[in-house]
Every structure is written in C-alpha cells, then in structure tokens.
C-alpha cells in the first residue's frame, strides 16, 4: 500500500524557515517524480515544485522560486522542501504528491494527508 | 501558460441527480493528459479520472470523464451523499496549474 507521509508544519515567523519532510512507502521511490501541492485556507490547489526520479532536476513556481528548494534522499525514500523566507501568503496546508508514470506525462495518483504550515507573528 | 476555467463554480444538486462539471483550458491538451480530483473538508484530493476519461482505481463507474483538445467534462451519475465535495480539473502535459475548483453541495 502506498503512504506518504508529510511532517515539518508548524507555525513560524515571517521570514523564518521551516523543512518539510515526506516519508515514503508501499512503492520503489527512487523510480518516480515527486511533487508539493499546497493549498491556503479556503482556497484551491497550487501545484509549486517536483523533482524527477533522480533528483536531477526540479521545477519551482515564480512565487517560490529563490525561496523554496525541493529535494530528495532516494536512499531514506523521502522527500523535502526547504521553506526560507517565509511569507503570510505561504500560510496553507502542503501536500506530498507522487507522480504516477515513469515513462510519459504523470498525474499525481497518490497524495499525503497534509502538513499545515502558518506563516505569523 | 495554460489557464483553466472550471464551471460553474457551485453546482446546487440533490442525491440521485447528475451532476455535469465543465474544464475549458486555454491551449488544446495533446494527448487528453487531464486529470480530475475529488476533496471532501479536512481531506486530501483523491484522484478520479485520469487520461480525460480513464477512472482511477476504486472509483464507482457513477464518475465518468468525457471530452478533448480544450473541452473537457466530468459526469457524476446518480449522486450519493458521499460526492459531495469539490472537483478540480489539472493537465498534466506542459502544465500542471489545477482549475478553481467546482462545489457540488447538497440543495
């Protein structure tokens, strides 16, 4: 059975930095693009960064670029996003996302439960 | 950039209706690489068609996904309590920007 396992949320200061981290399992890690979603209170979904399988390379969205960094340990089957700089408008709920193909354009098939990040003084 | 337009934005339906939910993308969608979600409150999204019209393992045949290039629609036949939710449309070809998002609440 695929989880994926979000941790890291907290409530941090504007300008602060946080780590989140997502544990992986019921599936061969190393072979699959990953990705964050998050969404803010009441709002949709805003899909902001993926990495492929082998970390090689990794895409950010303008409003996190130079902030945010995505990676990830293939060995521990784990997922990161270091958060700097943080914004009020980063507050949301980020979710762990798994990329369904490994050979042609992937949906995200599998999501984690959700760690709430809140950006305030 | 693709932009997607989901509509309407509430749809006010009772159980045992249909429900008919509508993606229109700004760029044809080669391949019919869109995928539709479903989120219940205090949920993840769950994934429910994938490949315009290809239902996600587990999924009721109740959810059918139809369309092409820049129309895309998602049917809910028979609605039953448990669909309630928000439905987001998403590409996933050049772009992944997910839709606004489309209620489908109880009337």
């Known amino acids: 059975e695929v989880q994926l396992l979000e941790s890291g949320g907290d409530l941090v200061q504007p300008g602060g930095s946080l780590r989140l981290s997502c544990a992986a399992s019921?599936?061969?890690?190393?072979?699959?693009?990953m990705s964050w979603v998050r969404q803010a209170p009441g709002m949709g979904l805003e899909w902001f960064s993926g990495?492929?399988?082998?970390?090689?390379?990794?895409y950010h969205a303008e409003s996190v670029k130079g902030r945010f960094t995505i990676s990830r340990d293939n060995s521990k089957s784990t997922l990161y996003l270091q958060m700097n700089s943080l914004r009020a408008e980063d507050t949301a709920v980020y979710y762990c996302?798994?990329?369904?193909?490994?050979?042609?354009?992937?949906?995200?098939?599998?999501w984690g439960q959700g760690t709430l990040v809140t950006v305030s003084s | 950039e693709i932009v997607l337009t989901q509509s309407p934005g509430t749809l006010s339906l009772s159980p045992g209706e249909t429900a008919t939910l509508s993606c229109r993308t700004s760029?044809?969608?080669?391949?019919?690489?869109l995928a539709w979600y479903q989120q219940k409150p205090g949920q993840a999204p769950r994934l429910l068609i994938y490949?315009?019209?290809i239902r996600a393992t587990g999924i009721p045949d109740r959810f059918s996904g139809s369309g092409s290039g820049t129309d895309f629609t998602l049917t809910i036949s028979r609605l039953e309590p448990e669909d309630f939710a928000v439905y987001y449309c998403?590409?996933?070809?050049?772009?992944?920007?997910f839709g606004q998002g489309t209620k489908v609440e109880i009337k």
């Open positions: 996302t798994k990329g369904s193909d490994t050979s042609r354009p992937y949906y995200f098939d599998y």
């Open positions: 998403q590409p996933y070809g050049d772009s992944r920007t």
């Open positions: 490949d315009a019209s």
């Open positions: 019921g599936f061969t890690f190393s072979s699959y693009a």
């Open positions: 990495i492929t399988d082998s970390g090689g390379d990794t």
């Open positions: 760029q044809s969608l080669t391949g019919s690489f």
